[in-house]
């Protein structure tokens, strides 16, 4: 009777571990991915770390990205400080939505259908500019 009852409570013990461990995998089962977590393992402590983060597409096209790139002095001899960049492309690969933020400001950039189309806006140091472009080059600068 003793060995009845030690291999009923193995079971169940056994039984509460699987049911704990499926509980914090993923499942893939005829294409569907299902996620199996538990709200402690999605809990606000968690942390995704890393020096950048890209998202690709089916195709393994790079479809958004967010980049640290350090400081750098330009062709014209201007220094460009450290800039943390997030990039949302579209299919042809062509950044249509550009945030950045850096030490002196940030801008954010948006891309129209063709080159050179977009609108800028940034806050740089002590001055704010918005910044149009129409598909035949032509620009309007707008500054308080």
Do not use: C, W
Request: glycine share 8%.
């Amino acid at each position: 009777m003793k060995l009845q009852r030690l291999l009923i409570a193995l079971s169940i013990f056994n039984l509460g571990l699987l049911v704990f461990l499926l509980a914090q995998i993923e499942v893939r089962f005829l294409g569907f991915r299902f996620l199996l977590r538990s709200a402690e393992v999605n809990a606000a402590g968690s942390v995704l770390r890393g020096r950048a983060l890209e998202i690709t597409d089916e195709e393994g096209r790079v479809r958004a990205s967010i980049q640290l790139h350090p400081a750098s002095v330009l062709p014209d001899g201007t220094t460009y400080p450290e800039t943390v960049l997030l990039r949302l492309i579209n299919s042809q690969g062509r950044p249509n939505v550009k945030i950045a933020a850096t030490e002196d400001g940030s801008a954010l950039a948006l891309g129209g259908e063709s080159d050179p189309t977009h609108v800028a806006i940034a806050a740089r140091g002590t001055t704010t500019s918005l910044t149009l472009i129409n598909k035949d080059g032509q620009q309007q600068l707008i500054k308080p």
